[in-house]
């Protein structure tokens, strides 16, 4: 019984999802969300005290997937390479496998809501990277850089391949799909360029 | 009968016409004298006005009869 339940408001949370990456905060509302997906309105508010209970826990929830994503299999004190390995294998896939959320985590970083949801995680996710770069560092595994440089090589390259692939296209309009070769590829790169 | 959220808590859901922020001192003191209420709250941002009640005690039909005594519109939202 509990467990039909907590499948029913993922359920809902997904759709929310969905809809306010396709219309928008304000085209969020109780009763569309309960047409599409087919239940009543009632049922809704037994998961959503309002909609901006609604709207926080879906963020919430949008969040942890990110993180628990992000995480996955990693450990802060693996050595550099093979921590920023799995870090771009667990980004890439959270991107590729949930574009949705990936859409929906850059329209909340920005509104209030997201400023507030993300504080927290700002500080979990910061410190564990923290420990990563600064062991990387000591074990003269990274050269040492300020951080925006750090971060400019190490995930934006990452970042810019999956936009390519997100809009189908790479440099003047070609076809551009990114599979784990390139991302290797260009992973390899990131590491030659990141060892001192 | 709505969903059990934990052992013994309901949750009521009904459409009214509470508009206004000065309306919710109304609405606390109509409910009020209902024993049981964990807790309620109005749904500002919907059309419909939702109020949402979590109660192991009170019925519809009890928290219907106190909003009409009230002042207020109230019609149960059905699952």
């Given at each position: 019984?509990?467990?039909r339940?907590?499948?029913?408001k993922?359920?809902?949370?997904?759709?929310?999802?969905?809809?306010?990456?396709?219309d928008?905060f304000d085209?969020?509302?109780m009763q569309?969300l309960a047409k599409?997906a087919?239940?009543?309105?009632?049922?809704?508010?037994?998961?959503?005290?309002?909609?901006?209970?609604?709207?926080r826990?879906?963020a919430?929830?949008?969040?942890?997937?990110m993180i628990?994503?992000?995480f996955?299999?990693?450990?802060?004190?693996?050595?550099?390479a093979?921590?920023l390995a799995r870090?771009?294998?667990?980004r890439m896939?959270y991107?590729?496998?949930n574009p949705?959320?990936?859409?929906?985590m850059?329209?909340?970083?920005h509104?209030?809501l997201?400023?507030?949801v993300?504080?927290k995680v700002?500080e979990e996710?910061s410190?564990?990277?923290?420990?990563f770069m600064?062991g990387?560092?000591r074990?003269?595994?990274?050269v040492?850089l300020?951080l925006?440089i750090?971060?400019?090589?190490?995930?934006?390259?990452?970042?810019?391949?999956v936009?390519?692939?997100n809009?189908g296209?790479?440099?003047?309009?070609?076809p551009?799909?990114?599979?784990k070769?390139?991302m290797k590829t260009?992973?390899?790169l990131?590491?030659?360029a990141?060892?001192? | 009968m709505?969903?059990?959220v934990?052992?013994?808590?309901?949750?009521?859901?009904f459409k009214?016409?509470i508009?206004y922020?000065?309306d919710l001192?109304?609405?606390?003191k109509?409910l009020t004298?209902?024993p049981g209420?964990?807790?309620?709250n109005?749904?500002?941002?919907d059309?419909?006005?939702i109020?949402?009640?979590?109660?192991p005690?009170?019925?519809?039909?009890?928290?219907?009869?106190?909003?009409n005594q009230?002042?207020?519109i109230c019609?149960?939202?059905e699952?």
């Open positions: 019984m509990r467990a339940d907590e499948q029913k993922q359920q809902l949370t997904e759709k929310a999802i969905e809809m306010i990456v396709k928008g085209g969020l509302s569309k599409a087919n239940v009543s309105p009632a049922t809704i508010y037994i998961y959503f005290k309002d909609r901006d209970d609604l709207v826990q879906v919430i929830h949008a969040v942890d997937k628990s994503s992000t996955t299999g990693f450990d802060p004190r693996m050595s550099f093979k921590g870090q771009w294998e667990n896939n991107m590729l496998d949705l959320h990936a859409r929906f850059e329209q909340i970083r509104s209030p997201g400023v507030e993300f504080r700002k996710f410190a564990i990277m923290k420990e600064h990387a560092i074990r003269k595994e990274l040492k300020p925006e750090y971060w400019s090589v190490a995930f934006a390259p990452l970042y810019q391949l936009k390519f692939h809009d296209k790479g440099m003047h309009d070609k551009f799909t990114l599979d070769k390139l260009t992973l390899k990131v590491i030659k990141l060892t001192p | 709505k969903t059990l934990s052992a013994n808590t309901r949750i009521l859901v009214t016409d508009r922020e000065k001192d109304a609405v606390e109509a004298f209902l209420i964990l807790s309620w109005v749904d500002r941002h059309a419909e006005n109020l949402r009640i979590e109660s005690t009170s019925t519809p039909a009890d928290i219907i009869a106190a909003m009230g002042g207020f019609i149960e939202l699952d």
